[in-house]
């Protein structure tokens, strides 16, 4: 397969479709320490091509528990649209976000020199927004990805699912009932190129529906990564 017909492919699904997001990143990733990680990200985040959303900058620190299980913490600051600027006449608001979890390779159980990988990720965060309800989610993500011997390319797929432990509020004469359920599905699909010096350039188109108001969008999303 030529990349002009791989990147066809990825790019494809956005052409006609008005509701798509764009999704801007930069990653640099540092080993503090033997078995740990640490993460830095920025994301930039767009209503179609140029019309700004919101944006982010996000810290993650991961540790290797043995082969194949990691766990980690992050936490996020952003920046977004205000929907209610008429409270406090400010176009924009604040958001924050403390995440933990557990990542597995089950593959690297067994062997650490597999070209295909499977990974899954498990998380619980905690969100909190100015004028909005704060939330707390649970995230399942399953992804996979094949890296081909000399070719500069790595292809990968995921699936996530977000359920929210706050998602229904039923308000009755003595009580107050608050019950959890499936908020929403992504999926995501793209390549990975690697680039000389620790570096790549991740680029997907993936899929965003809104379980309850059946909304469905598309996002192009690409990240520049450096491990240093």
């Given amino acids: 397969m030529s990349l002009r017909v791989y990147f066809l492919a990825i790019f494809l699904p956005l052409f006609g479709f008005s509701q798509h997001r764009t999704w801007l990143g930069v990653e640099v990733n540092l080993k503090p320490i033997k078995k740990t990680k640490l993460s830095l990200e920025f994301q930039h985040r767009m209503h179609g091509f140029t019309n700004w959303n919101r944006s982010f900058i996000e810290a993650k620190y991961a540790a290797k528990v043995n082969s194949g299980v990691s766990i980690f913490t992050s936490q996020r600051a952003g920046i977004n649209q205000n929907p209610y600027s008429s409270l406090d006449l400010k176009t924009t608001t604040y958001h924050f976000r403390t995440s933990i979890g557990i990542e597995l390779k089950p593959i690297n159980w067994f062997t650490d020199?597999?070209?295909?990988?499977?990974?899954?990720?498990?998380?619980?965060?905690?969100?909190?927004?100015?004028?909005?309800?704060?939330?707390?989610?649970?995230?399942?993500?399953?992804?996979?990805?094949?890296?081909?011997?000399?070719?500069?390319?790595?292809?990968?797929?995921?699936?996530?699912?977000?359920?929210?432990?706050?998602?229904?509020?039923?308000?009755?004469?003595?009580?107050?009932?608050?019950?959890?359920?499936?908020?929403?599905?992504?999926?995501?699909?793209?390549?990975?190129?690697?680039?000389?010096?620790?570096?790549?350039?991740?680029?997907?188109?993936?899929?965003?529906?809104?379980?309850?108001?059946?909304?469905?969008?598309?996002?192009?999303?690409?990240?520049?990564?450096?491990?240093?």
Wanted: charged fraction near 25%.
């Fill in 113 to 228: 020199k597999s070209r295909f990988q499977i990974g899954i990720c498990e998380q619980i965060q905690f969100n909190q927004w100015k004028f909005e309800r704060n939330n707390n989610l649970f995230r399942s993500k399953i992804s996979v990805k094949y890296d081909f011997k000399d070719f500069p390319l790595t292809p990968f797929m995921n699936w996530e699912h977000f359920y929210d432990f706050n998602r229904d509020i039923t308000y009755l004469e003595n009580e107050i009932i608050i019950s959890g359920g499936t908020t929403a599905f992504r999926s995501f699909g793209g390549c990975i190129i690697e680039l000389p010096k620790s570096q790549e350039v991740q680029i997907s188109i993936g899929r965003n529906k809104d379980y309850l108001r059946e909304i469905s969008r598309i996002i192009l999303a690409i990240k520049y990564s450096v491990n240093i």
